[in-house]
């Protein structure tokens, strides 16, 4: 794998679970379950930023300022599937952790109503998907499917291709 998209995916995924740890100690239990999920869904996009920064470094620095679609493309994957990784597994960890006070915290901002259909939802769930492992499997798709759309946004943006020379 190339330097470069390790490096990017591993700011990615450390920006990730930085940016996770504050909205949990800070925002969650201040502002409350609306005002973390908006926060959630910004840090993954900001993380995700690295894709075109990523793509641009390549092009800029390492290929004569020049990238294809499909070169851009297979950056940004590279560059999502590491952040999406160490995602996993910050999230197995963190609901190993701190899952029965997550619960709680959600639990605590319901209604009865709607205490109970969450409660039916999740009854019939297999038992997988509302364990750690499950949870972390879910956060891998969901960075990976906003990755993929940023990825694919960046390519098409950043692109260029060879550059005639002058004659």
């Known amino acids: 794998?190339?330097?470069f998209v390790l490096r990017y995916g591993i700011v990615a995924g450390c920006l990730s679970v930085t940016l996770a740890l504050i909205n949990w100690f800070f925002v969650a239990r201040t502002?409350?379950?609306n005002a973390s999920e908006v926060?959630?869904?910004?840090?993954?996009?900001?993380?995700?930023l690295c894709v075109p920064l990523?793509?641009?470094?390549?092009?800029?620095?390492?290929?004569?300022?020049?990238?294809t679609f499909g070169q851009g493309f297979n950056i940004g994957i590279g560059?999502?599937?590491?952040?999406?990784?160490?995602?996993?597994?910050?999230?197995?960890?963190?609901?190993?952790?701190?899952?029965?006070?997550?619960?709680?915290?959600?639990?605590?901002?319901?209604?009865?109503?709607?205490?109970?259909?969450v409660m039916a939802?999740?009854?019939a769930m297999p038992e997988f998907m509302t364990g750690p492992w499950g949870q972390g499997l879910v956060i891998f798709l969901m960075?990976?499917?906003?990755?993929?759309?940023?990825?694919?946004?960046?390519?098409?943006?950043?692109?260029?291709?060879?550059?005639?020379?002058?004659?």
């Not at 926060?39 to 995700?48: D, K, Q, R, W």
């Not at 990523?54 to 990238?67: E, P, S």
């Not at 995602?87 to 605590?108: C, P, T």
């Open 143 to 167: 960075i990976l499917l906003v990755g993929l759309i940023i990825d694919l946004i960046s390519s098409l943006l950043l692109k260029r291709a060879v550059l005639p020379t002058p004659r």
């Open 1 to 3: 794998m190339k330097n």
């Open 79 to 117: 560059i999502t599937l590491i952040n999406a990784t160490i995602m996993f597994f910050y999230s197995v960890l963190f609901f190993v952790i701190e899952g029965e006070n997550m619960q709680a915290w959600r639990e605590r901002e319901m209604s009865p109503v709607e205490l109970e259909e």
């Open 39 to 48: 926060v959630g869904y910004l840090s993954v996009v900001v993380a995700l």
């Open 54 to 67: 990523g793509i641009k470094y390549f092009r800029d620095k390492l290929n004569k300022g020049v990238v």
């Open 31 to 33: 502002l409350g379950k």
């Open 121 to 123: 939802q999740l009854s």
